[in-house]
């Protein structure tokens, strides 16, 4: 069964960084394109950062220029850093894979299901 489990948050000060990881099991990891996404309490889930199989990222505008995603189909997983971090990015933060149609900001996902997620708090 598809399990994603995403670790690497913490609290931190206005300015630093951190690097976020997310391990998945269950399913064929280097066929799918994969996304961060994070929920910031009383709002929706957005999607964040998505990187495809091959390797074209985007982001959301708030991340563009400090975030960065990758990836590594070797160890099932994909990361993102986090730098020059906000309290604005306050928020559990969660992976999961799909497919993103070419030129879109978008993830289509392939399975209802989330991990647990890893809470980033930014301290201003």
């Known amino acids: 069964q598809v399990q994603f489990v995403e670790s690497g948050g913490g609290l931190v000060q206005a300015g630093e960084s951190l690097r976020l990881a997310c391990t998945a099991s269950?399913?064929?990891?280097?066929?799918?394109?994969m996304g961060w996404y994070r929920q910031a309490p009383g709002k929706e889930r957005e999607l964040v950062a998505l990187?495809?199989?091959?390797?074209?990222?985007n982001y959301t505008g708030s991340a563009k220029g400090r975030f960065t995603i990758s990836r590594d189909n070797a160890q099932n997983s994909v990361y993102l850093q986090m730098n020059s971090l906000v309290a604005e990015d306050t928020a559990v933060y969660y992976c999961?894979?799909?497919?993103?149609?070419?030129?879109?900001?978008?993830?289509?996902?392939?399975?209802?299901?989330w991990g647990l997620g890893t809470q980033v708090t930014v301290s201003s």
């Open positions: 999961n894979a799909g497919y993103s149609p070419p030129g879109l900001f978008l993830l289509h996902l392939d399975f209802n299901y």
């Open positions: 269950g399913i064929i990891f280097d066929i799918y394109d």
């Open positions: 990187i495809t199989v091959n390797e074209r990222r």
